[in-house]
C-alpha cells in the first residue's frame, strides 16, 4: 500500500517515466505483432496439397540450413514412383519453377514473381488452378496463362525465358498467375526436382498421408504437412520478409535501449528529488534494503501501468506500422495482423523489466543516503562520482573505443550494426561521465561573461557545480537524441557519398546492361553483346570434410583466364572452407541434380569481382537451364547493346547511382525512423527531467524573489539553465558519435577503394538540437512561470 500511496503522491514525478514505458511497450508490441503475423504461411500454389516431399538441406558457409540439394531427374521418378502407390494419395506432381515473364510490345509485363512463375501444367493442380477456357499445354511451343493477363485463346504470346524470346501458342488459360508449359518442357527448363506434391483422395487424412510418405521415402526427403509446408516460399516473398524482420527487430532493439536509458535517467533524477522524504523514512527507521525495494517496487508498478496502456496503444498502432512496410515493400503481399497472446505478454514483461532495470541505479543511490546526510541543504561536489560509477564509465568507454576501432575493421554486413552498438557503449560512458564533465564544460561555456555584472552566469555555473548529479540527469537524454540524430543521419550521409564512388571507381570506362523490368539478363542479352564481363551465376553443392553438403555461389564465366573445361578457380576463403588445394579434384552437384568433378586449376586471392568458386561458363549453363545472367560489363572500346526489350545501358556513374538507389530508400526510410523514435524518447525525457528540476527548485526561486529577482529574470535564468544543459549534452552527444563514423568511413574506404571522408547530415543534427533547446526551454519557463504565479497568489 505504502508503494501505491507514493507512486499517487508523486505522481508528476513518475509521469515521464510511465510515458518512456508506454511508447517503449507500444512500439516493441507492434514489432512483436508483425514478427508474428510475417511468420511465412503455405503458399497459394501448394493449397490443394495434403504434403510435401522436400529434398535434404546444404549448410551455409555459417553452418546454417539453406537450399536444398535437387534430387536428379531419375532419383525424382524413383521417389515419385514409391509415393504413387500409397494408399489415398490421387496424385504425385513433381514441382519445378523457373523464370518465365510475357514480352508485350516492347516491354515485359511487370511481374515479381517472374522469377519463379514458369511451371508444368501438372503443377496447376496443386493450387489449384481451374482451366477457364481452352485445354492443357500438349507441345514444346503451347503454353497456359493466367487469364487476366489478357490474352486471346490460340492467339501467339512472346515470353522471356532464360534463353530470351521465344513464341508460344496461348492454348488455355486459368484462374491463377504463372505459365503453364508442357511437363516435358518444364524438366527441359528445370531438370532438377527439389519438391514432390502430394495430393490426397477425397477424405483421406493429411497427417496420416504424410506419415506413410515419410516411412516410403526414408531419409531420402523430409515430408511435411499442414503449416510446415509454409518451408517452400518463393524467393521474393523471401526477401521482403527478410526485410521487414530486419526493420522491426532494429526498432525493437532502439526502442529497447532508448527506455532503459530514459527511464533510468528520469527514475534517477526522481529519487535525487526525493532525498529529504528519503532520509525522514531512513530517521524512523527504514533500512537500506527496505529503501530499496521501496523505489524498485515504485518503478514496477510504473512499469506494469506503463507496460498495460502501451500494448494496448501498440495493438491500435499496428495497422499503421503495417501500412509504413507496405509503402517500403517490405511485407509479404499476404501479409495479415494475427493477435496472440505471446507477443502482448513479451511486451508487458520488457516493459515491467525494463522500468525495473531502470530503477535499479536509482534505488541503489537511495540506499546509501544516512538519515543526516539526506537532511543537508547541499550534497558535497567530491561526491558526485563514486567508484563504481567510475568504474562502469571507464569500462563502457573502453568497450566503446574498442567496437568504435572494430566497425573500420568489421565486414561489411555488420559495419552499420558496429556503429550502432559502439555509439550505444559511448553514449553510456558519456552519461556516467556526465556529472564530472558538466562542472568543466558549464565553466567553459560561462567564462566569456566572467567579467560581465550580470549574476546570471555565476548563478548558472554554481548550480552545475553544486548539484552535478542533478544536472547529468538532465544531460543524459540531450546526449543520446543528439548522439543517434549525428549517427544515423552520418550514417545515410557517409554511405551516399561512399557507396555510389566506390562502385563507379570499380568499373570507370565501361557500359553496363543491366535489366529492366526483369529479374536478370537472359542469354539473348548475353548474345547480343559477345565482348565484356558477363557472370552467369548458380548455386552448386560440395560435400565438405566434415560439415556434410556445402551450398555454394557458383560463377560460370567467359573469362578466357578462368573459362577452362574440367576445371574451377576458387577463392582462397573458399579453399579453406572446402579443405582443398590446387590439383586436388572435387565433386560439385549442380541445380539438376548431377554430379561433376572438376580439378582445381588454381587457388587465388579472394576477389569478389572474379568470385570465389568460377567455372566455365558452358558447364553452368549446361548443368542449370533455368540460370539468369548477371549485369553484362562492356569494355571502353566495344559497342553495347540495349536492343533487347527489358535492358538498359548505364555509364559506371549512372550505374552507380542505380545500384545505390535500390536500396537507398529502404536505408534513407530506416534511419528516419530509427530518428523519430531516438529522438522522439529523449525529447520526451528531455522535457520531463527539465520540469521535475524547475519544479523541485521551488524554495531557490522564492530565496532569489526575496533578494530581489523579477519575474522576468527568473524566467530567463531558467531558460539560460535549460540552454546550457542542452548546449551540454548535444556537445557530449556529438562527441560520442564521431569515433564510430570517421570508423566506419574508414572501412568504407578500405572496402569501396575510394576516399570517403566523414559526411555529417548538418541539417538534421541543426533540427535535433533546435528542437530538442526549444523542448527544454519551454518546459523549464512554464514550469518556473506556474510556480512563480502560485507563489504570488
Given at each position: 500500500m505504502l508503494i501505491l500511496a507514493n507512486v499517487r503522491a508523486h505522481r508528476s514525478g513518475f509521469l515521464g517515466a510511465f510515458i518512456a514505458v508506454l511508447l517503449g511497450t507500444a512500439l516493441i508490441t507492434t514489432t512483436l505483432v508483425l514478427y508474428d503475423s510475417s511468420r511465412p504461411t503455405v503458399g497459394p500454389r501448394y493449397a490443394a496439397t495434403a504434403a510435401l516431399a522436400l529434398a535434404p538441406q546444404a549448410l551455409g558457409p555459417d553452418g546454417g540450413r539453406e537450399d536444398r540439394i535437387p534430387w536428379s531427374p531419375a532419383e525424382a521418378r524413383s521417389l515419385a514412383a514409391r509415393l504413387d502407390g500409397l494408399p489415398s494419395v490421387a496424385a504425385v506432381v513433381m514441382d519445378r519453377s523457373f523464370?518465365?515473364?510475357?514480352?508485350?510490345?516492347?516491354?515485359?509485363?511487370?511481374?515479381?514473381?517472374?522469377?519463379e512463375a514458369g511451371h508444368g501444367w501438372d503443377s496447376?493442380?496443386?493450387?489449384?488452378?481451374?482451366?477457364?477456357?481452352?485445354?492443357?499445354?500438349?507441345?514444346?511451343?503451347?503454353?497456359?496463362?493466367?487469364?487476366?493477363?489478357?490474352?486471346?485463346?490460340?492467339?501467339?504470346?512472346?515470353?522471356?525465358?532464360t534463353t530470351g524470346r521465344e513464341r508460344f501458342t496461348v492454348v488455355g488459360t486459368v484462374d491463377g498467375p504463372g505459365y503453364y508449359f508442357s511437363e516435358a518442357f518444364a524438366a527441359a527448363r528445370q531438370p532438377g526436382v527439389r519438391a514432390i506434391g502430394l495430393i490426397a483422395e477425397r477424405g483421406a487424412s493429411a497427417p496420416a498421408l504424410a506419415a506413410r510418405a515419410q516411412k516410403a521415402l526414408g531419409r531420402a526427403a523430409t515430408v511435411v504437412t499442414g503449416d510446415a509446408r509454409s518451408a517452400l516460399q518463393p524467393a521474393y516473398i523471401e526477401h521482403k520478409r527478410f526485410l521487414g524482420v530486419q526493420l522491426v527487430t532494429a526498432m525493437a532493439v532502439l526502442a529497447l535501449f532508448t527506455t532503459v536509458f530514459v527511464v533510468a535517467s528520469l527514475l534517477v533524477l526522481a529519487t535525487g528529488m526525493r532525498r529529504r522524504e528519503i532520509g525522514l523514512l531512513r530517521t524512523i527507521g527504514a533500512g537500506p534494503d527496505q529503501i530499496r525495494r521501496m523505489i524498485l517496487g515504485e518503478a514496477a508498478v510504473v512499469g506494469?501501468?506503463?507496460s498495460i496502456a502501451g500494448a494496448l496503444t501498440g495493438l491500435a498502432a499496428t495497422p499503421l506500422l503495417r501500412a509504413v512496410m507496405r509503402d517500403l515493400d517490405v511485407t509479404p503481399p499476404d501479409l495479415t495482423i494475427t493477435i496472440t497472446a505471446w507477443p502482448l505478454l513479451t511486451a508487458c514483461a520488457i516493459g515491467a523489466g525494463v522500468s525495473v532495470i531502470g530503477a535499479w541505479a536509482a534505488g541503489r543511490k537511495a540506499a546509501r543516503v544516512a538519515p543526516i546526510e539526506a537532511l543537508l541543504e547541499r550534497r558535497s561536489v567530491s561526491k558526485a562520482m563514486g567508484r563504481g560509477r567510475w568504474a562502469a564509465a571507464l569500462t563502457a568507454l573502453g568497450a566503446g573505443a574498442a567496437l568504435a576501432v572494430g566497425t573500420a575493421t568489421t565486414g561489411a554486413d555488420d559495419r552499420i550494426n558496429t556503429a550502432i552498438l559502439a555509439t550505444m557503449t559511448l553514449i553510456v560512458a558519456a552519461a556516467?561521465?556526465?556529472?564530472?564533465?558538466?562542472?568543466?564544460?558549464?565553466?567553459?561555456?560561462?567564462?566569456?561573461?566572467?567579467?560581465?555584472a550580470a549574476a546570471a552566469p555565476v548563478l548558472l555555473r554554481a548550480e552545475l557545480l553544486a548539484h552535478p548529479r542533478r544536472a547529468a540527469s538532465l544531460v543524459a537524454p540531450v546526449i543520446a537524441a543528439v548522439g543517434f540524430a549525428v549517427l544515423?543521419?552520418?550514417?545515410?550521409?557517409?554511405?551516399?557519398?561512399?557507396?555510389?564512388?566506390?562502385?563507379?571507381?570499380?568499373?570507370?570506362?565501361?557500359?553496363?546492361?543491366?535489366?529492366?523490368?526483369?529479374?536478370?539478363?537472359?542469354?539473348?542479352?548475353?548474345?547480343?553483346?559477345p565482348v565484356g564481363k558477363a557472370a552467369l551465376p548458380t548455386r552448386a553443392f560440395v560435400a565438405a570434410a566434415a560439415d556434410g553438403v556445402t551450398v555454394l555461389d557458383v560463377l560460370g564465366t567467359r573469362d578466357q583466364r578462368w573459362n577452362t573445361p574440367g576445371e574451377a578457380v576458387l577463392g582462397e576463403r573458399t579453399a579453406r572452407q572446402l579443405g582443398l588445394t590446387q590439383g586436388e579434384s572435387v565433386a560439385v552437384r549442380f541445380a539438376d541434380g548431377a554430379s561433376v568433378t572438376l580439378r582445381v586449376g588454381a587457388v587465388l586471392p579472394d576477389d569478389p569481382a572474379r568470385g570465389d568458386f568460377v567455372v566455365a561458363r558452358e558447364l553452368v549453363r549446361a548443368h542449370d537451364p533455368a540460370a539468369l545472367n548477371d549485369d553484362v560489363f562492356v569494355p571502353d572500346g566495344a559497342r553495347a547493346s540495349g536492343a533487347v526489350p527489358g535492358t538498359a545501358l548505364h555509364d559506371a556513374a549512372e550505374y552507380a547511382l542505380a545500384d545505390y538507389r535500390t536500396d537507398a530508400r529502404l536505408t534513407d526510410s530506416l534511419a528516419g525512423m530509427l530518428m523519430v523514435i531516438a529522438v522522439g524518447y529523449s525529447a520526451i525525457a528531455v522535457v520531463n527531467s527539465t520540469a521535475m528540476a524547475a519544479h523541485g527548485r521551488r524554495r531557490d526561486l522564492a530565496v532569489l524573489g526575496s533578494a530581489g529577482g523579477t519575474a522576468r529574470q527568473l524566467l530567463l535564468l531558467a531558460a539560460g539553465e535549460a540552454a546550457m544543459v542542452v548546449t551540454v549534452g548535444a556537445a557530449l552527444g556529438?562527441?560520442?558519435?564521431?569515433?564510430?563514423?570517421?570508423?566506419?568511413?574508414?572501412?568504407?574506404?578500405?572496402?569501396?577503394?575510394?576516399?570517403?571522408?566523414?559526411?555529417?547530415?548538418?541539417?538534421?543534427?541543426?533540427?535535433?538540437?533546435?528542437?530538442?533547446?526549444?523542448?527544454?526551454?519551454?518546459?523549464?519557463?512554464?514550469?518556473?512561470?506556474?510556480?512563480?504565479?502560485?507563489?504570488?497568489?
Open positions: 523464370y518465365a515473364q510475357a514480352v508485350i510490345g516492347d516491354a515485359p509485363v511487370a511481374d515479381e514473381a517472374a522469377l496447376a493442380r496443386m493450387a489449384p488452378h481451374r482451366l477457364v477456357s481452352g485445354r492443357p499445354p500438349a507441345t514444346d511451343r503451347e503454353v497456359v496463362v493466367d487469364q487476366a493477363l489478357g490474352a486471346a485463346m490460340n492467339s501467339e504470346l512472346t515470353v522471356n525465358i506494469a501501468l506503463g556516467l561521465l556526465a556529472p564530472a564533465l558538466v562542472g568543466p564544460l558549464g565553466r567553459a561555456l560561462t567564462a566569456p561573461f566572467g567579467r560581465s544515423l543521419s552520418g550514417i545515410v550521409e557517409t554511405m551516399r557519398v561512399a557507396y555510389p564512388a566506390g562502385e563507379a571507381l570499380k568499373v570507370a570506362g565501361q557500359t553496363i546492361v543491366t535489366p529492366h523490368g526483369t529479374p536478370g539478363n537472359t542469354d539473348e542479352v548475353v548474345t547480343a553483346n556529438i562527441l560520442v558519435t564521431l569515433p564510430p563514423l570517421a570508423a566506419m568511413a574508414s572501412g568504407l574506404s578500405q572496402a569501396t577503394s575510394a576516399d570517403v571522408g566523414l559526411h555529417l547530415d548538418t541539417a538534421a543534427v541543426v533540427r535535433t538540437v533546435t528542437g530538442t533547446l526549444l523542448a527544454a526551454t519551454a518546459a523549464a519557463v512554464t514550469v518556473t512561470w506556474r510556480t512563480l504565479r502560485s507563489r504570488t497568489a
